[in-house]
DNA sequence: GTGAAAGCGCTAACAT
DNA sequence: ATGTTAGCGCTTTCAC
């Protein structure tokens, strides 16, 4: 592999000049400007980012993780992360922790390890020490779609769950349900937990109180889209109909929700605007070296669709 | 952070005999390898990957690059491939180049800059230079459902993509079904151009020819689920019913087609199996340093469900 | 069994 | 405007 003293011997030059012109340093002259962009081209030389990494400051990563990277909506996150990542330089390095803390952990230790320069969580597990892990090496963490977390150091990018699940509620209201209960895949995420506190308020706020369980209920709201879609397949599957029989309602709008065949109502939330956004962040912070608590809530709205109905009396 | 240095001082030993203990190698005294490993302990010493990447010659961080993470195929396969590289040491950088042969070369050149150990392609552009590109700098590919590259230096994971279009077709076929289409999302894919052609040779074998479009048509055969799943809502919006006017078949089988409300009848390929099969290749050519060409396939089976069925006539 | 020293490829003073 | 040099943190001969 061609190595920047390489190129400098091409040229007739030193390390330094080569290592100017790659940085587009101002002081060359431009005719040996020239003559080492030749040997550049001549040798098809890259600089080592490896190199550059141990020596500068910066590996130009920056780490992603994630319960599930099969949620459309983290992926959706995933791929506009890497977007805005490779316009910025940096590469993504994914990792999938599936809410389990020991993964975390470890996830964290070798995200650290590998000297990345920030991290974009995008859910953990229920009271996670992993921002705290990643803060305390001095590694720049940005939450995305995942608020709430009071580390002074942290930057976020959230949805505004409350409001989101404030007008749910207030849907499925108008449509005479009185009884609704909330289901989550796991009862160690973070993000189910939190919107499982919002919909009780949003209840609270109409003088309602959560359904305990599925039984009773009119109406569920599931705390996103992937898995109200696969308990309105289970419930179908028992023979239940929605929304003849019972409502149910999704977070994300990932876009299978729109599907005709499924036809979700859920609160559309911009995983892509979310995904770009926490890099910029985690860039900025990473560049600047100062994390300071920073919060930012996307708007979500109302997407009414064919799976929530008038309760039948 | 704490380095060698820091922990060699802390233990009264030097930098080597630290670097012996955290590798592991035996020539070292039990009483000082417990020093050692005490002051590591103490310290929370982690060797610095960085550091040992750019004096070794491995970075243990392999990449995948696929079309879109956002099909569930992909994400599955990814999942896959990140556990099974966690479990190897490896990390996994992730790059969407959406069949973009630019996007391609540049993330391929991004890749190569950053010294990845090896690289799994999960989908390219037809005609695509990566895996040239990446060989021809000693970098190991291993493409994942993908194959026939000719290439002699590279190793392949393959679903049976011929068998699995046999099999679609004399389904279709025993259904009464005489004109048949193939959808593809891009014809700028490399794998999906590869059905398209097996397609053929599947209808060919029947002594029928492929349907020119649609609208000829009594079935298509899109070529992978998540088309077909949006084939099947376009079709549907437009008032064509699935299967009553036409029927419809994936390839893939993502769990969403198992969905009651979808019922896709498609051809089950083990993400999970290639995933993971494809980073324990990438890792033993990483390991051995010899790229030789391998191919292994994945078989595939029908999984009948509700989008297809008999001819009208 | 342990330590000293060279060097991976690069950047960034500092000298010229 | 260009060159020299000293490391970044680690592994790895090679002496002791």
């Known amino acids: 592999m061609t190595t920047l003293l390489d190129v400098a011997r091409k040229a007739g030059v030193s390390k330094s000049t080569v290592s100017n012109v790659v940085r587009g340093v ?97 859910g953990i597990s229920l009271g996670s020490h992993l921002p705290k892990l990643l803060l305390d090496h001095g590694i720049p963490v940005t939450l995305a779609s995942l608020g709430d977390h009071k580390d002074p150091r942290l930057s976020i990018v959230d949805t505004d769950d409350r409001g989101g699940m404030d007008v749910i509620v207030r849907h499925l209201f108008d449509l005479g349900h009185r009884k609704m209960a909330f289901v989550s895949q796991s009862l160690q995420e973070h993000a189910g937990e939190r919107r499982r506190l919002a919909f009780s ?85 990473a560049q600047s070296g100062n994390l300071q608590s920073t919060r930012e809530v996307f708007a979500t709205s109302l997407v009414v669709r064919s799976s929530t109905g008038r309760v039948m009396v």
Chains 1, 2 share one sequence.
């Open 201 to 285: 308020q949003s209840l609270l706020q109409l003088g309602l109180r959560p359904a305990r369980s599925r039984q009773g209920a009119t109406a569920i709201v599931a705390h996103n889209d992937m898995h109200a879609i696969a308990v309105m397949d289970e419930l179908e599957r028992q023979g239940i109909r929605v929304p003849a029989d019972l409502s149910i309602v999704g977070f994300d709008d990932i876009p299978l929700a729109a599907h005709r065949r499924i036809g979700l109502t859920t609160i559309r939330s911009d995983a892509t605007a979310i995904g770009g956004r926490a890099v910029e962040l985690i860039v900025k912070a």
């Open 26 to 122: 101002e002081f060359v002259s431009s005719e040996t400007r020239v003559r080492v962009e030749l040997a550049i081209a001549a040798t098809g030389y890259r600089p080592n980012e490896i190199a550059r990494a141990l020596r500068g400051r910066s590996t130009t990563a920056i780490g992603i993780v994630l319960p599930d990277l099969r949620n459309p909506f983290h992926a959706e996150m995933t791929v506009a992360a890497e977007r805005a990542a490779n316009r910025l330089g940096y590469a993504l390095l994914a990792a999938n922790t599936e809410c389990d803390p020991e993964l975390e952990e470890e996830t964290g230790r070798a995200l650290i390890a590998r000297r990345v320069d920030g991290v974009i969580i995008g």
